[in-house]
């Protein structure tokens, strides 16, 4: 079993830059492969960033190379560092755990096992 807690979001210009963070507890949280996922208001959640077990991250392509992922096993917790935030960043922000790859090849796992709360995200123009 993992719990999940997301902090950090907020309100923001176009431009700035906020960091996620998810706070994870259960004993196979070293060993799991874990994401973040964000869902705008009439849209389906999507994959934003994921990060393996040996280290390996992967971003979906309306991310790469403004958001970064990166996690902290002494403290059990995953980032999601996010710049230059454009205003079709505004979602709500999932972190996402499971004991499988989350992500083969370009497409994104739809049966993730452990979901944090989410954290609100604004981006305003």
């Known amino acids: 079993q993992v719990q999940l807690v997301e902090s950090g979001g907020g309100s923001v210009q176009a431009g700035g830059s906020l960091r996620l963070s998810c706070a994870a507890s259960?004993?196979?949280?070293?060993?799991?492969?874990m994401a973040w996922y964000r869902q705008a208001p009439g849209k389906e959640r999507e994959g934003v960033a994921t990060?393996?077990?040996?280290?390996?991250?992967a971003y979906a392509d309306s991310v790469k190379g403004r958001f970064t992922i990166s996690k902290d096993n002494a403290v059990n917790t995953l980032y999601l560092q996010m710049n230059t935030l454009k205003p079709e960043d505004t979602a709500m922000y999932y972190c996402?755990?499971?004991?499988?790859?989350?992500?083969?090849?370009?497409?994104?796992?739809?049966?993730?096992?452990?979901w944090g709360q989410g954290t609100q995200v604004t981006v305003s123009s």
């Open positions: 996402a755990a499971d004991p499988m790859r989350i992500r083969y090849g370009s497409a994104w796992s739809t049966s993730i096992r452990y």
């Open positions: 259960g004993d196979t949280y070293s060993g799991v492969y």
């Open positions: 990060i393996e077990p040996d280290g390996y991250t």
